[in-house]
């Protein structure tokens, strides 16, 4: 025998009755206040209410819980650092000085 849910061994909800269908292999279920019939078996639809409720249940017992808060970082600043000069560079006396001359649009020639 397969394992098989708790709830199918209960008995059937009154008015209802289980009757299996030969052609399709499968138990249909007859509720005869409605006087409906149904593939599903009413027995899973009680259980599936009864855990929703134990759930909510549940839910309701618990505390709600707080959102745990960011621990606050301490900014550290960076230490400060003495600025030291570039050293002016000198030109050296091998290289040769050159003299830059711009032209001048109203000067009309080289300076």
Known sequence: MQNQPA?????MPPGWEAR???????????NHSTRQTQWNDP?????????????QQHAQAQPARQPTPEPVRQHT???VR???PEPVRQPSPESPQRNVFFADDNAGGVP
């Open 82 to 84: 003495e600025a030291t």
């Open 77 to 79: 600043p960076e230490p």
């Open 7 to 11: 709830w199918m061994s209960w008995p």
């Open 20 to 30: 299996y269908d030969a052609n399709t292999r499968r138990y249909f279920f007859i």
């Open 43 to 55: 027995r899973q639809a009680i259980f599936d209410q009864m855990q929703a409720q134990q759930a």
